[in-house]
T-cell receptor, first 111, second 113 residues
Framework: QKEVEQDPGPLSVPEGAIVSLNCTYS??????FMWYRQYSRKGPELLMY????GNKEDGRFTAQVDKSSKYISLFIRDSQPSDSATYLC???????????FGDGTTLTVKP | DGGITQSPKYLFRKEGQNVTLSCEQN?????MYWYRQDPGQGLRLIYY???????QKGDIAEGYSVSREKKESFPLTVTSAQKNPTAFYLC????????????FGSGTQLSVL
């Protein structure tokens, strides 16, 4: 079983919809949680970074972490065609070093 | 303009050939990483280095080699022992410490002729 499981998608929504992207994890040592956006054949871009349970908001994006359930989410409000990309969750423990990634969810926002 | 530069953008390998992917960063980061990405799959760690002249194997190191002679450079060699090298390769870097954020280059697509 993988340490990080991400809802596989693909996901297709109309412009303006609220999007929910989700990951679960099994390793209770994970303390830092990230969401990356990756356009086709480009490097991932860091969108959100959190290290505690609760919500963190940045513009149209909200990252939610529930450590008790080992569950993280990314919400996108008022989705735009430019949000069409693959979204990767990632997490790591308190030891410096490697992050563990989900397999990614591909989102298409249709005009 | 700080960032991570990967070259080339596209690379083709012939049977039995070793090829080297370049990664340079000017972010003054101590740690550097190489990930492999296959279609529909997440990122898998090949090698990482937290300090000059030291590196550790990741989850899929077989058929790959690295060096870290300078802080800003972390080249990856895909050897002939790697039988399925076709993939998108991503270099990343971060500061020292678990809280440091991970930043990526733009990637190299390697294909077999």
């Amino acid at each position: 079983q993988k340490e990080v499981e991400q809802d596989p998608g693909p996901l297709s929504v109309p412009e303006g919809a609220i999007v929910s992207l989700n990951c679960t994890y099994s390793n209770s040592a994970f303390q830092y949680f990230m969401w990356y956006r990756q356009y086709s054949r480009k490097g991932p871009e860091l969108l959100m970074y959190t290290y505690s349970s609760g919500n963190k908001e940045d513009g149209r994006f909200t990252a939610q972490v529930d450590k008790s359930s080992k569950y993280i989410s990314l919400f996108i409000r008022d989705s735009q065609p430019s949000d069409s990309a693959t979204y990767l969750c990632a997490m790591k423990g308190t030891n410096a070093g490697k992050s563990t990634f989900g397999d990614g969810t591909t989102l298409t926002v249709k005009p | 303009d700080g960032g991570i530069t990967q070259s080339p953008k596209y690379l083709f390998r012939k049977e039995g050939q070793n090829v080297t992917l370049s990664c340079e960063q000017n972010l003054n980061h101590d740690a550097m990483y190489w990930y492999r990405q296959d279609p529909g799959q997440g990122l898998r760690l090949i090698y990482y280095s937290q300090i000059v002249n030291d590196f550790q194997k990741g989850d899929i190191a077989e058929g790959y080699s690295v060096s870290r002679e300078k802080k800003e450079s972390f080249p990856l060699t895909v050897t002939s022992a790697q039988k399925n090298p076709t993939a998108f390769y991503l270099c990343a870097s971060s500061g020292q410490g678990a809280r440091e954020k991970l930043f990526f280059g733009s990637g190299t697509q390697l294909s077999v002729l």
